[in-house]
């Protein structure tokens, strides 16, 4: 029974190696626009060698996101972040280990920008109530202002002397204008972006597509690829504000059960036949 133990241990280092990469990195952390902390709302990307890899909303001041390593190329990669299409400045290094050896699967991440942006309360020159109601406020009917000058009644006095008000220009009902991130890891046969109303007229007309299915490309088809068949795609973007870290990548057996693909539920199997096997045959020869 004694050879049937370092069988065991070489067997379930292989599942464990195969499994640990399949948990994905979470970036999360405050979000502030123009000295003020962000609105719920505001499109989120995270960007590698200037394409999209994750997106979210913000949310109670804040982002989190979890991005993952579907294709084994991104560890050392460094991720840009981005608010509204402005570059933060903000990047973090994608890996599961930092220079000091400490544990990087959750990593904190603030972001501050300045611009033109809806939803910040604030109805900048680059804005209107056409293009961001809920910072201009509503267009109104066009009407003559109220303190206009006329002419006077009675005596031929001049009438009231006000200053003129030109009339408030009616550009229409605020129209969705629809900004979407790239499309995102194809994972499990299916791509996900995320679309946001860059004029927050809270309405779903025109809203685009944000999944799809998908195909991996052929020139990402690495022998790498096949750890990660299998894995659960990242939470829902919009509600990942309030999600957990993911696990830490040493808790290595329970990856090995949930996270590690095909290969390591292969492996398993076969852990599983060597020992039955095993087993029967040391009752066979202990007789």
Do not use: H
């Amino acid at each position: 029974m004694k050879f049937l133990i370092p069988l065991l241990v070489a067997i379930l280092s292989i599942t464990l190696v195969v499994a640990a990469p399949a948990f994905p990195i979470q970036f999360a952390g405050d979000v502030i626009v123009n000295g003020k902390v962000a609105p719920d709302g505001l499109l989120v990307t995270a960007k590698i060698d200037g394409s999209d890899v994750e997106a979210t909303t913000t949310k109670d001041g804040g982002y989190s996101m979890k991005i993952g390593d579907p294709y084994g190329n991104r560890e050392g990669e460094t991720v840009s972040f981005f608010v509204e299409g402005i570059d933060t400045g903000e990047t973090a290094v994608w890996s599961y280990t930092a220079a000091d050896g400490s544990d990087t699967t959750l990593q904190i991440v603030d972001l501050s920008v300045n611009g033109d942006i809806c939803g910040d309360a604030s109805c900048t020159s680059g804005e209107s109530c056409s293009t961001c109601a809920v910072d201009c406020g509503s267009c109104s009917d066009g009407t003559s202002g109220s303190g206009s000058g006329g002419s006077g009644s009675g005596g031929g006095s001049s009438g009231g002397g006000g200053a003129y008000i030109p009339p408030v220009e009616d550009d229409g009902p605020c129209v969705p204008d629809w900004v979407c991130s790239d499309w995102l890891d194809c994972m499990s046969g299916t791509q996900k972006r995320v679309c946001v109303d860059s004029n927050k007229c809270g309405v779903e007309t025109g809203r685009p597509a944000e999944q799809q299915t998908c195909e991996v490309p052929e020139e990402l088809k690495t022998p790498k690829e096949d750890r990660y068949q299998g894995v659960t795609p990242p939470d829902e973007r919009t509600e990942a504000s309030t999600s957990e870290p993911a696990p830490a990548a040493d808790n290595a057996l329970t990856g090995a059960v949930i996270g590690g693909g095909t290969l390591s539920v292969i492996a398993l199997l076969v852990l599983v036949a060597l020992i039955a096997g095993g087993f029967f045959a040391w009752r066979v020869l202990k007789k």
